[in-house]
């Protein structure tokens, strides 16, 4: 028989009668007999199933295997945050104790120099904390991001590193608005940074104005642009590779931007700069603002300008003891009493007991946690104020929060001001 005339190749499922699937391979051809000219179709069937069950395992596994990536990450952030608390806390007070010493008189030279440097230390160490908290939150941000997207997007860019870019502002000296500085701060700053990297050797403009839209800020440059195929992903990005020769990065700046932009229920949009070169564009619903009023200052900054509550009392519950010691200088000033307790029952006993003004709760705690104890506590006094603290991210706790209201939920690390500003703006809203 000769071949050769014709062959074909298909996969097939089979259903069997007791409900069972096999995986079949088949492979034929067609044949003609050599001495009577009659075609024949010869073939063979392999049976795959158990390939195919071995490949779906895998894709099961390397899913399984991302999912408990993302947990890790997830826990790792966690216990990160609560020494995170104790750093931001402490440099805080010793901030402010130094503040102290140095304002009384200074005849030790020597003194005031080492009390200048121990300043200059626990201002490092303050800064140096929160830029930690920062990259953390890039890091939650980023993950969000791509546990979201359809896909990851890979991409190849020809770009090198930027050198001898100079910085032009086009920004009224009278421009004031109220809005969250801390997120508009870290947008800007990714903004400005890929432009920085992105231009070689040329000019980066930055502008700003209030209109009805709102605050709207443009970062132009006129570096490599924006590579055509990959302006359709530009804010989903989750890697980035390059040859060799070229800079590489992580992809993750602007998916952080876009992340940033909708918290602040804003928009941000981009277009190429003629000739060359691209143009951001961030807009921010927002209200101006009067200089130097209350919400035109950085919640993450240290202050010594404390609102005054010393009339009231304040229970606080942290199972973590360094967290409630943090917490305690952070409000002693300012309270007449602060009452720290370690779980949710103490703090429930605490606050009948004081008939507290505020509540602070850390949400996971032993014994029991910060959300059962707020629940009881509700129970008793429906306009009480609570705070819960905590580091687990996600929006799972937000609508939880949000039916117990008065309430409000801040993500660890918390600054003294930020406390401070959040039981203020409680106090108002309650004249």
């Given at each position: 028989?000769?071949?050769?005339?014709?062959?074909?190749?298909?996969?097939?499922?089979?259903?069997?009668?007791?409900?069972?699937?096999?995986?079949?391979?088949?492979?034929?051809?067609?044949?003609?007999?050599?001495?009577?000219?009659?075609?024949?179709?010869?073939?063979?069937?392999?049976?795959?199933?158990?390939?195919?069950?071995?490949?779906?395992?895998?894709?099961?596994a390397e899913r399984h295997s991302e999912s408990r990536l993302f947990q890790l990450?997830?826990?790792?952030?966690?216990?990160?945050?609560?020494?995170?608390?104790?750093?931001?806390?402490?440099?805080?007070?010793?901030?402010?104790?130094?503040?102290?010493?140095?304002?009384?008189?200074?005849?030790?030279?020597?003194?005031?120099?080492?009390?200048?440097?121990?300043?200059?230390?626990?201002?490092?160490?303050?800064?140096?904390?929160?830029?930690?908290?920062?990259?953390?939150?890039?890091?939650?941000?980023?993950?969000?991001?791509?546990?979201?997207?359809?896909?990851?997007?890979?991409?190849?860019?020809?770009?090198?590193?930027?050198?001898?870019?100079?910085?032009?502002?086009?920004?009224?000296?009278?421009?004031?608005?109220?809005?969250?500085?801390?997120?508009?701060?870290?947008?800007?700053?990714?903004?400005?940074?890929?432009?920085?990297?992105?231009?070689?050797?040329?000019?980066?403009?930055?502008?700003?104005?209030?209109?009805?839209?709102?605050?709207?800020?443009?970062?132009?440059?006129?570096?490599?642009?924006?590579?055509?195929?990959?302006?359709?992903?530009?804010?989903?990005?989750?890697?980035?590779?390059?040859?060799?020769?070229?800079?590489?990065?992580?992809?993750?700046?602007?998916?952080?931007?876009?992340?940033?932009?909708?918290?602040?229920?804003?928009?941000?949009?981009?277009?190429?700069?003629?000739?060359?070169?691209?143009?951001?564009?961030?807009?921010?619903?927002?209200?101006?603002?009067?200089?130097?009023?209350?919400?035109?200052?950085?919640?993450?900054?240290?202050?010594?300008?404390?609102?005054?509550?010393?009339?009231?009392?304040?229970?606080?519950?942290?199972?973590?003891?360094?967290?409630?010691?943090?917490?305690?200088?952070?409000?002693?000033?300012?309270?007449?009493?602060?009452?720290?307790?370690?779980?949710?029952?103490?703090?429930?006993?605490?606050?009948?007991?004081?008939?507290?003004?505020?509540?602070?709760?850390?949400?996971?705690?032993?014994?029991?946690?910060?959300?059962?104890?707020?629940?009881?506590?509700?129970?008793?006094?429906?306009?009480?104020?609570?705070?819960?603290?905590?580091?687990?991210?996600?929006?799972?706790?937000?609508?939880?929060?949000?039916?117990?209201?008065?309430?409000?939920?801040?993500?660890?690390?918390?600054?003294?001001?930020?406390?401070?500003?959040?039981?203020?703006?409680?106090?108002?809203?309650?004249?």
């Amino acid at each position: 028989m000769s071949a050769g005339e014709g062959s074909f190749y298909s996969d097939w499922r089979v259903l069997q009668p007791d409900g069972s699937t096999i995986h079949l391979k088949c492979r034929a051809e067609v044949c003609t007999s050599e001495s009577s000219g009659e075609k024949h179709l010869v073939g063979i069937c392999l049976d795959i199933s158990e390939t195919v069950r071995l490949s779906r395992d895998i894709v099961e596994a390397e899913r399984h295997s991302e999912s408990r990536l993302f947990q890790l990450i997830r826990t790792t952030c966690h216990e990160i945050r609560n020494p995170l608390q104790g750093m931001i806390g402490c440099a805080e007070t010793q901030l402010l104790l130094l503040e102290k010493v140095m304002g009384s008189s200074k005849t030790d030279d020597d003194m005031a120099n080492i009390m200048a440097d121990l300043k200059s230390l626990a201002s490092d160490i303050h800064a140096c904390a929160n830029h930690q908290a920062c990259v953390i939150t890039d890091l939650l941000d980023f993950e969000r991001e791509i546990s979201d997207a359809p896909q990851p997007v890979c991409c190849a860019t020809n770009i090198t590193h930027a050198h001898n870019t100079s910085l032009v502002l086009h920004i009224p000296k009278q421009l004031w608005v109220s809005t969250d500085v801390r997120l508009t701060k870290r947008i800007m700053i990714n903004l400005v940074s890929n432009a920085v990297k992105f231009t070689d050797n040329g000019t980066i403009h930055i502008s700003a104005q209030h209109n009805s839209d709102g605050l709207t800020m443009e970062v132009s440059d006129n570096g490599c642009g924006i590579p055509d195929d990959f302006k359709k992903n530009i804010f989903h990005v989750t890697g980035c590779t390059s040859q060799s020769e070229y800079i590489t990065g992580s992809g993750l700046g602007l998916c952080i931007v876009k992340q940033l932009t909708n918290s602040l229920g804003g928009t941000i949009s981009f277009k190429d700069n003629k000739p060359k070169g691209t143009v951001f564009t961030l807009v921010v619903p927002c209200e101006p603002s009067l200089p130097g009023s209350p919400d035109m200052a950085s919640k993450d900054s240290w202050t010594s300008d404390d609102p005054c509550f010393s009339e009231l009392d304040i229970v606080v519950a942290d199972d973590n003891i360094v967290n409630r010691k943090v917490l305690s200088r952070m409000l002693q000033a300012s309270f007449r009493q602060v009452i720290v307790v370690e779980d949710g029952a103490l703090a429930i006993a605490a606050f009948k007991s004081n008939n507290a003004s505020f509540v602070i709760l850390d949400v996971h705690m032993p014994i029991m946690d910060g959300l059962k104890a707020a629940s009881i506590i509700r129970k008793a006094d429906a306009s009480v104020p609570i705070i819960f603290l905590t580091g687990e991210i996600g929006d799972s706790l937000v609508d939880v929060v949000k039916a117990m209201a008065p309430a409000q939920l801040l993500l660890k690390p918390v600054s003294k001001s930020k406390l401070l500003h959040e039981l203020k703006q409680f106090r108002l809203h309650n004249k």
